[in-house]
């Protein structure tokens, strides 16, 4: 089948790229490469994916030199004009993974135009793209954030979701009700992902497994919120390209009067101590971290707990990656590229992990 998956030279998009082209796919990513993170590690993603920094221009297809199936487009789906581009030349998609958004919880306090422009602009475009040139099934990223401080757990996708503490959880709310807007008047079948707290090789320098690695290797003290009294969900990267993979040809029934639509849970179904994360840790990089607690953040959640029945009753998934096995595969890959590049963390706060 063809494929669009936007925020491609994103974590999760990089891993699904190199999935889907290994499995057969044709594939078009694009992605806008921003400077919400150092994009030496998105350019470093793209270049394992055959597609080298020199050779990228802004709206131009680039063939990849290590996938036949894969050509890569530089460009913001905040701009109408480009995403309409994207689905007239290209076009049909058989599928739309919608991955492009602009990500951190923290970050949205001080640059919430940014994620107007992308979670929610950016959004609105690619449905649009997807109303004036059909497609099988749009698969798009919402989060575990849109539950926000729920005390009820595990977290199931018919919860109450109404109560966000963070604006970048409220735009991936918003996802959710255009979405189902779209299939209900256009009858485009959609299926929403709230991911929760994805970790592996290639990940984002922003999110606290790696930033607490990364201080712990240089010795450097980190911010503990809450003392690390939260427990959150993490889910190997691999175990998630998995379950969106098998969401490929599954899209909801498009029948009248039933709206095809779903939300979905993709997580590992198992929540870790922040404590006992820290501690792992610790033992791995036979290291002790220095440690600032700090109270609970405003919009910090408590728990991030996933329930995954309704995913692994659709496609059978489940998550088959241990936190001790998956953060020695991150570690293994942080030691051989991190470390080396010594990424700059800017411009996000060093010590405001996101989760």
């Not at 007239?88 to 640059?111: C, F, I, K, M, W």
Request: proline content about 5%; hydrophobic content about 35%; charged content about 20%.
């Amino acid at each position: 089948m063809k494929i669009l998956v936007t925020g491609s030279a994103g974590f999760i998009g990089f891993h699904c790229v190199n999935r889907f082209a290994a499995d057969g796919h044709q594939v078009v990513g694009i992605d806008n490469i921003n400077d919400y993170y150092d994009v030496t590690l998105k350019y470093s993603r793209l270049n394992a994916s055959g597609i080298h920094q020199e050779n990228i221009q802004e709206g131009v297809k680039i063939q990849s030199e290590k996938w036949e199936q894969y050509s890569f487009v530089k460009g913001d789906i905040s701009n109408p004009c480009f995403v309409d581009n994207i689905f007239n030349e290209e076009a049909p998609y058989d599928v739309v993974v919608h991955l492009a958004a602009q990500a951190g919880v923290r970050y949205s306090l001080t640059n919430p135009d940014a994620y107007i422009a992308s979670n929610v602009i950016g959004f609105y475009n690619i449905l649009e793209a997807c109303r004036k040139n059909p497609v099988k099934h749009l698969i798009y990223a919402s989060s575990s954030s849109v539950y926000g401080n729920s005390t009820k757990v595990p977290f199931v996708e018919t919860d109450m979701t109404d109560d966000t503490v963070s604006l970048y959880a409220a735009t991936k709310k918003s996802n959710e009700l255009f979405a189902y807007n779209y299939s209900h008047l256009f009858r485009i079948p959609t299926t929403g992902l709230r991911f929760f707290t994805v970790y592996g090789p290639w990940g984002r320098p922003d999110m606290a497994y790696y930033g607490f690695a990364d201080k712990i290797c240089n010795n450097q003290e980190i911010s503990l919120f809450n003392g690390g009294d939260m427990y959150r969900d993490f889910t190997y990267i691999d175990d998630i390209v998995e379950g969106v993979s098998r969401l490929l040809d599954k899209p909801p029934l498009a029948i009248a009067p039933a709206v095809p639509k779903r939300i979905l849970n993709i997580g590992n179904s198992s929540p870790v101590y922040m404590r006992d994360f820290i501690a792992l840790l610790e033992s791995k990089l036979s290291k002790k971290a220095l440690i600032n607690s700090l109270p609970m953040q405003e919009t910090d959640v408590y728990t991030t707990y996933a329930d995954i029945s309704a995913l692994k009753k659709l496609t059978g998934y489940c998550p088959a990656t241990p936190i001790e096995q998956g953060l020695e595969r991150f570690l293994d890959w942080y030691n051989d590229y991190a470390i080396e590049f010594s990424l700059n963390l800017q411009p996000y706060e060093k010590n405001a992990h996101n989760f």
